[in-house]
């Protein structure tokens, strides 16, 4: 997969992690038949047969009840025993990021973790712009892969909305396709 492509997946992904889509966002997607299939056919179809309105109370209430209220997108929590969300230097994606001299703002944020999912998926689409192919894959190694792959698993079942269900499938199937991408053409990453 091209590079181009990957960036608009990522950059894709970092938004509908994020926060709940707005009109805007679903209308944009309601047009958008070709990403709709991609993500799934029973999307798709739930896209045409739905007004942006009925699919923003549908998505929202989803997203709020998978992302929000009942599990947390956020890397130290889902990884940490104790569920604690690490901050500051202590966590170490915040340690990756700084390292890679990746200059994260969470004041200007919605999002006030380094680990969320949403800030994540973005700096992997920072890096490709960058082009360093082997800190992407580092970084999907030791972090993205590591720990979204099984919280998605784990979450694709509570979810109501056919989008959120294939969603969680898609970006599963896309990031071990991508990491493998990445190992091929790089070779084994450091642990």
């Given amino acids: 997969m091209d590079d181009k ?3 608009y997946i990522y950059a894709f992904l970092s938004r509908v992690f994020t926060e709940e889509l707005d009109a805007k966002a679903i209308a944009d997607l309601k047009a958008s038949t070709d990403l709709l299939e991609t993500i799934g056919e029973e999307t798709a179809a739930w896209f045409a047969e739905r007004s942006v309105e009925e699919l923003q109370e549908a998505l929202n209430v989803d997203y709020n009840s998978l992302f929000g209220i009942n599990n947390h997108p956020i890397e130290s929590a889902v990884m940490d025993s104790k569920n604690e969300i690490l901050v500051g230097l202590q966590n170490p994606v915040m340690q990756f990021y700084f390292s890679h001299g990746y200059d994260l703002n969470l004041e200007s944020s919605k999002l006030y973790v ?12 920072s890096m490709i712009s960058g082009g360093d192919r082997k800190t992407q894959a580092e970084f999907l190694h030791n972090h993205l892969v590591n720990w979204i792959v099984p919280f998605l698993v784990a979450v694709q079942p509570m979810a109501d909305t056919p989008f959120y269900r294939e969603l969680c499938d898609f970006t599963v199937e896309f990031l071990l396709s991508d990491y493998s991408q990445l190992i091929e053409e790089t070779g084994e990453v450091d642990a």
């Fill in 5 to 7: 492509t990957r960036l």
């Fill in 114 to 125: 380094p680990d969320h999912a949403g800030i994540e998926f973005g700096f992997v689409q």
